[in-house]
């Protein structure tokens, strides 16, 4: 009973997974498509390009805040007790 259970758990999987890769490769590359017909006419070609190295920079300063102090911190605020 349980031997037929993985087996057909087993069988199911598998042709679920074929039903999907073959659904995914006909939406990925269509039907009437022969692939070594278009990899014949593609020709890849590796070729370093050289940067722009003009680089423009600005020289900029940061703004600090006043280093002052205020003469009295501020008073805590006033809590109600119920």
Do not use: H
Request: proline share 9%; net charge positive.
């Amino acid at each position: 009973m349980i031997a037929s259970r993985f087996l057909s758990s087993g069988a199911f999987a598998v042709v679920t997974t074929l039903a999907l890769f073959l659904t995914m490769k006909v939406l990925v590359t269509g039907r009437d498509y022969e692939i070594e017909q278009k990899l014949a006419t593609v020709g890849i070609d590796f070729v370093r390009v050289e940067r722009d190295e003009d680089v423009n920079t600005k020289d900029r300063t940061l703004k600090r805040p006043s280093q002052q102090r205020p003469e009295e911190p501020p008073p805590p605020p006033k809590l109600q007790q119920t």
